[in-house]
């Protein structure tokens, strides 16, 4: 009886909907018989993976509070208050790890198999932008952690920006909210990470697996055996009528093999190894951190690390263009002739200079131990002229000043930050009380000081800002007398 209904309702959404109707050609449809192979699953294992990132994340949003005081503690809240909180985290964390991985091996294969040649331009190029939503996504995933590292990270990575010329200033606002790191920004990163990228990554995911759909899986590529437009599509054709498989089960049967082995080692791993930080209360004032990327970008890390820092800019800015635009010309660049990869040997030495390279990068990122040379964005000296003929508590004060990074946020002499004033004359404008409050308790975007310096370096760091006057002005001076009252 209860069979009998269940089918008496199928019956009727089959009807209303269609849908078995629609998609059963689609599970049947025949694909060339040696793609029913495990070199043809990372694709599927990759959306296996997306999948496990939508659930872990929905789960991960009905706990996390993106407000810039308040993240940190319900993060801190699931790894340690709520049940099983820290196993979710940890699969969110180690999911988003593998996915970029797998997707990484999914691009590798199509690449060597020659699946990005005619006529499955447009596939591959909805790949590259797939590709950039992940990325996306694992770095702004990285900033909700709303951690030391993120905010750090943040800072370099803004640091950078503001250094492209002209659009600089602008680019830093639209990718921090305002001229600081603070409530805007995560709000910004929360409304991309949650709402944008992953709608783009669902559409473009949409129209990818659709062009696989219409223009059939790759054929196992047979050296000596030609792409030519005129006569590929025929020939493919004649070659899945002759020898095809159905998809479903035989090929499908691979697929859902590996998608349950990736699912299985990142439950495994965030098993075993937890979940990834938070690694400290973000605070500006503490200047002692090493901020890490997650592995993903860690190449880049060291990349940038390692090259002289002139050449940041020019790298960041030009990179990105560089690279992705090749990816997208590819398929046009060498869109027919040979597939396998036997015959491709420059492609191949390509692939895996590039994977040696990125490789060795990650390497040294783990290990480093240097921290990246960002001019604009650490303990830029003094210059001399500002130190020149100061007395020995003065000079103290000026290295306070350097070691404690004021210059992100406050020029001297044109160099340094730009979101405090400019330092240069700021004794003729403020008081030594001033200046000593400002320092404690900061205010007005700035942060207070009053944990992270001893007395001693807030008396030599007011000493020598005291010294900040241009020669003509005098320094400011609390006016002396009953109307102002003892301050
Ligand atoms: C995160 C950025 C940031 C850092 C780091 C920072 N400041 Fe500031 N600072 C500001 C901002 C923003 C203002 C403006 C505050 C306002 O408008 O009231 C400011 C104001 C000041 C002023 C008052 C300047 C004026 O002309 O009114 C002084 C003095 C000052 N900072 C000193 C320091 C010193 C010394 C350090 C290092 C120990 C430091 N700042 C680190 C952002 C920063």
Known sequence: MPMRFATAIAKWLEDRTGLGAALTPILGHTVPRRTASFWYVFGSSTLALFALQVATGVCLALVYVPSADQAYQSLVYLNHGAHLGWFLRAAHFWGSNAMVLVLVVH????????????????????????????????????????????????????????????????????????????????????????????ALLMALLGLHLWLVLRLGVNEWPMPGRLVDRETYRKRYEEEVQRDGVPFFPLAARKDMIAMAAVVLAVLVCAALFGPHGPRGFPDPTVIDTAPRPDFFFLWLFALFALLPAWTETFILLVGPVVAIGFLVALPFLSGAGEKSWLRRPGSVLAALLILLAIGTLTGLGTTSPWSPLMDGWSATPVPPIYVKGRSALELRGALVLQFKQCRNCHSLGGEGGLRGPALDGVASRLTRDQLIRQVLQGGGNMPAYGKNLSPAEVTALVAFMQTLHPVDEPVARTAAGPLLGPR
């Open 107 to 198: 691009m590798l294969q199509v690449f060597l198999f020659g699946a990005y040649k005619y006529p499955r331009e447009l596939t591959w190029i909805c790949g590259v932008f797939l590709l950039l939503c992940t990325l996306g996504m694992a770095f702004t995933g990285q900033v909700l952690r709303w951690d030391q590292d993120a905010y750090w990270g943040l800072g370099i990575g803004a640091s950078i920006a503001s250094r492209a010329p002209g659009i600089g200033p602008g680019l830093v606002h639209v990718l921090l909210g305002g001229p600081i790191i603070g409530g805007r920004t995560l709000s910004r990163f929360f409304t991309v990470h949650v709402f944008l990228v992953p």
